[in-house]
C-alpha cells in the first residue's frame, strides 16, 4: 500500500499561517548536532524578523554560519489539522537604525495586540516589569532578517 502523501499549501496559504503565528523554530546547522530554538517573530509580509539576546549557543552558531531552517507550525490539540511551513535561508544582522527602530515597534504592536504576558520579554534580554517598549528604546537584542530563502515546504492534512 502506498503511503498517503500530506497536500502542499499555496503561498497564499502558507503566508496567511505565518501572520496567524508568532512563535518560529530556528535550527542552526554549525554545530556536531543541529541546535533548535524557538523565536518570536514579526512579518512585514515579505521577511521574518526576530529578536535575539546577545548571548548564548545561537550566537556562536549564528557567527559560524548563518544558513538556517525556520519552521512554523499550527495544529489542532488533537491533531486532526496541522500546517507547517519550512524555510532554508541565511539569518543576516540588520544593522540600519531606522530598519532596526521599525521592526522594534512592529515587536512592541504584536505583543500589544495578542495581549502576551510580560514575561514574554525576558526572550529579549528584558524583565517582565520594563514595558514592551523598552525593546525600541534599549537595544539589549539583535535584530535578525531571514533572507536568501532557498527552499520552502509547507504542508496541511487536508
Not at 533548535?36 to 549564528?62: I, Q
Request: proline share 7%; hydrophobic share 40%.
Amino acid at each position: 500500500m502506498d503511503p498517503v502523501k500530506i497536500p502542499k499549501m499555496p503561498k497564499a496559504e502558507y503566508d496567511a499561517l505565518i501572520r496567524r503565528q508568532y512563535i518560529a523554530r530556528i535550527a542552526f546547522g554549525a554545530c556536531e548536532h543541529p541546535y533548535v530554538a524557538p523565536f518570536v517573530y514579526v512579518f512585514d509580509g515579505e521577511y521574518l524578523y526576530f529578536l535575539s539576546t546577545r548571548y548564548g549557543r545561537k550566537m556562536k552558531y549564528f557567527k559560524s554560519d548563518p544558513r538556517v531552517s525556520v519552521e512554523i507550525e499550527e495544529y489542532a490539540p488533537d491533531l486532526s489539522a496541522f500546517t507547517f511551513v519550512s524555510l532554508q535561508g541565511l539569518l543576516e544582522e540588520v544593522t540600519e537604525p531606522s530598519q532596526k527602530k521599525m521592526v522594534r515597534e512592529q515587536f512592541v504592536g504584536m505583543i500589544r495586540d495578542r495581549s502576551l504576558s510580560p514575561q514574554v520579554l525576558s526572550a529579549f534580554g528584558h524583565t517582565p516589569d520594563d514595558a514592551p517598549e523598552a525593546i525600541v528604546r534599549e537595544e539589549r537584542s539583535m535584530v535578525w532578517k531571514l533572507a536568501g530563502v532557498r527552499d520552502i515546504v509547507a504542508l496541511k492534512n487536508g
